[in-house]
């Protein structure tokens, strides 16, 4: 268990709508960062927050979107769903925000039909 | 930009024989740190090592050893005896970290490995 938790598991919604998945990381990390994995892509990186500022940009949609709130959890938000969202999404914590090792959740599987 | 290529896609042994799991990587920084993940079936992804730019001296734990070649631009994982439990998909990946301490992993895109009994 890396301490790191994510919510919801599974997530199955249709194209178009609007999802959020929620991550705490783990005790006294400050930063989180987002990925997506995919079997086309492979494991993409979203976007970093580090003590509530966005600290650095992936290859994020412009219908994605996150933010840290003071108590340090992140959630990310996806709107206008297609297909090609379908993957899993993974959050990751880790104690500063440079070359420290990142600890990563369980994960949350997005499905859109 | 910064690239790891895992060129082995997929690796099959039987239990017990030593494998190796190939990474190289693409960076123009200077100081650069470089990580093993694994991902078991299960689907979460765990930390197995980070290594910097400046230590070229292989690491060993347990069953499991790195080989670090700048001169190569290689991280080369081994895993010795290996076991049905070993099985999983394995990524290398290489931290990028841009200006105050933006930071994100860029991975290979995997190596799945199957340890038959």
């Known amino acids: 268990d890396s301490g790191v938790t994510q919510t919801p598991k599974h997530l199955i919604t249709a194209t178009g709508q609007r999802v959020t998945l929620r991550c705490s990381p783990r005790?006294?990390?400050?930063?989180v960062y987002w990925y997506q994995q995919s079997l086309d892509q492979g494991l993409q990186f979203l976007i970093q927050?580090?003590?509530?500022?966005?600290?650095a940009k992936g290859n994020i949609l412009e219908r994605f979107s996150a933010q840290q709130f003071p108590d340090l959890h992140s959630e990310l938000n996806l709107s206008s769903l297609e297909l090609g969202d379908s993957a899993l999404y993974f959050c990751?914590?880790?104690?500063?925000?440079?070359?420290?090792?990142?600890?990563f959740g369980p994960g949350t599987r997005l499905t859109v039909l | 930009a910064q690239k790891v290529t895992q060129a082995q896609t997929e690796i099959s042994v039987v239990e017990k024989e030593d494998v190796t799991l190939d990474c190289v990587y693409e960076?123009?920084?200077?100081?650069?740190?470089l990580f093993w993940y694994k991902q078991p079936p299960s689907g979460e992804l765990v930390f197995l090592i980070r290594?910097?730019?400046?230590?070229?001296q292989n690491e060993i734990s347990g069953r499991y050893s790195w080989n670090f070649q700048k001169s190569t631009s290689s991280f080369n994982f081994t895993i010795t005896a290996s076991q049905v439990v070993d099985s999983a998909v394995y990524f290398c990946?290489?931290?990028?970290?841009?200006?105050?301490?933006?930071?994100?992993?860029?991975f290979g895109q995997g190596t799945r490995l199957t340890i038959n009994p």
């Open positions: 990751a914590s880790s104690a500063g925000n440079s070359y420290n090792e990142q600890f």
């Open positions: 005790s006294g990390d400050l930063s």
């Open positions: 927050y580090y003590n509530g500022e966005e600290r």
């Open positions: 960076t123009r920084d200077t100081t650069y740190y």
């Open positions: 290594r910097n730019s400046f230590d070229e």
């Open positions: 990946a290489l931290s990028e970290v841009g200006t105050q301490g933006a930071q994100k992993l860029v």
